[in-house]
């Protein structure tokens, strides 16, 4: 792989602002990609729980990487809003080759122990109000159906790109909380669906699925310790994905982060290979 393999690529990263999005965001700066950060905290305000970390700061994270960062503030729950997102990148930049979506919600107003409504993670279904699965969803699968759907014409027209989500495998388990589970088993169901479809036009659609991953949210909770890699492990991931002249053979997976880093042999940050995450039942 040479130095800057995405050098002629341009890249959309959906929930850059912070965590895995970012982490994606640097690594693909970091090999030459262009690449559109958006979100929703941005220096003018408003800020998701009212955190530090904002898209511009993830565009300039990009560019002192070595590639080109643009920022762009969107909300990606907001159907309007991630159209006009698009249009504006086919616009600026005639194409999109890779579009990466890191968006996810479901964890907000979470300080660690307990969410806004009182629930802990894992706290059993029926004492759960059922308003969180709602949100879950929202900034789940609608937020990813919603990119897709917008990305999908333009791809198809070119006959080629990536879609990647990023999620987590359930590989048939539990992952320890109703919503949770619920959600992520139906961003992954939509992955594989859209696969299926997108695979006629030459279109690559798949899920990736990272490790306990060290967050600026997991930092600040006091779970540190806990994590098994950095966020940029994962965006090593999807470099080598997008530089994959054959990446149509993973079309529909849920692939793991470790499980790539062997194939294609990259390290984290820190130059380990960090083994699969496994969930404790």
């Not at 879950?136 to 990647?164: H, K, N, T």
């Not at 600026?216 to 994959?244: F, I, K, M």
């Amino acid at each position: 792989m040479t130095a800057a393999p995405l050098a002629s690529k341009i890249c959309l990263v959906a929930g850059a602002s912070r965590g895995l999005g970012r982490g994606i965001a640097r690594a693909l700066g970091q090999a030459g990609a262009t690449v559109i950060c958006s979100g929703r905290s941005s220096e003018a305000g408003p800020r998701t729980d009212q955190r530090l970390e904002t898209f511009e700061d993830t565009a300039r994270e990009v560019e002192a990487a070595g590639g080109k960062g643009q920022p762009y503030r969107c909300d990606h729950t907001n159907e309007r809003e991630v159209d006009q997102l698009v249009a504006w990148c086919l616009r600026r930049f005639g194409r999109l080759d890779c579009v990466v979506d890191a968006v996810w919600g479901g964890n907000e107003g979470y300080d660690g122990e307990r969410y806004p409504d009182g629930s802990a993670f894992g706290t059993p279904f029926w004492r759960r109000p059922v308003a969180r699965l709602g949100e879950s969803f929202e900034s789940g699968v609608y937020a990813q159906l919603l990119l897709a759907r917008a990305v999908a014409p333009a791809l198809a027209q070119m006959r080629q790109g990536l879609i990647v989500t990023v999620s987590f495998d359930t590989a048939g388990g539990y992952l320890g909380d109703v919503f949770y589970d619920l959600g992520k088993t139906a961003m992954n169901r939509l992955s594989f669906a859209m696969a299926q479809e997108l695979k006629p036009f030459g279109v690559t659609a798949l899920g990736l699925s990272p490790g306990h991953v060290l967050t600026e949210r997991v930092r600040d909770a006091g779970l540190a310790e806990q994590a098994t890699e950095t966020p940029l492990y994962a965006g090593r991931a999807v470099v080598a994905l997008a530089a994959d002249p054959d990446v149509m053979r993973h079309a529909g997976q849920m692939l793991h982060v470790a499980d790539l880093a062997r194939l294609y042999g990259f390290t984290d940050a820190d130059g380990r290979q960090p083994e699969r995450f496994i969930l404790q039942s």
